[in-house]
């Protein structure tokens, strides 16, 4: 497993950490296989809550998709992050 990306972030308008993270799985016995997580937690006293879950479980070779944080801010000044992400390299989206 490879951890593509993980970051601590202070989700507004939350002061509590959540942890965002973007995770693969080559499958080395299935040439171009890879299987794909990400998730987003937030820390609750000594434990943490799974705020969204994403997997993918390839297929084949072409049927690859990964999803990676790109950034978060206020976009539209009302007091809430939105979280960015890119989709297969290709695709922006807010998706929280």
């Known amino acids: 497993m ?3 990306k993980l970051e ?3 989700l507004l308008p939350s002061r509590i950490p959540s942890l965002i993270g973007s995770f ?3 499958v080395s ?3 171009g ?3 794909s997580l990400f998730l987003i937690v937030t820390k609750k006293g000594t434990k943490y809550r799974l705020d969204l879950l ?3 479980i390839s297929r084949g070779e072409t049927d690859n998709e990964k999803m990676q944080l790109i950034d978060y ?3 539209f000044g009302d007091g ?3 979280i960015v992400i890119e989709r297969n390299s290709s695709q922006w989206e807010q998706i929280f």
């Open 80 to 82: 809430n992050d939105k």
């Open 2 to 4: 490879t951890v593509d």
């Open 29 to 31: 016995e299935q040439e």
């Open 24 to 26: 693969s799985i080559d």
């Open 8 to 10: 601590r972030a202070y």
């Open 73 to 75: 801010a206020d976009l």
């Open 33 to 35: 296989l890879v299987h």
């Open 54 to 56: 994403w997997s993918k």
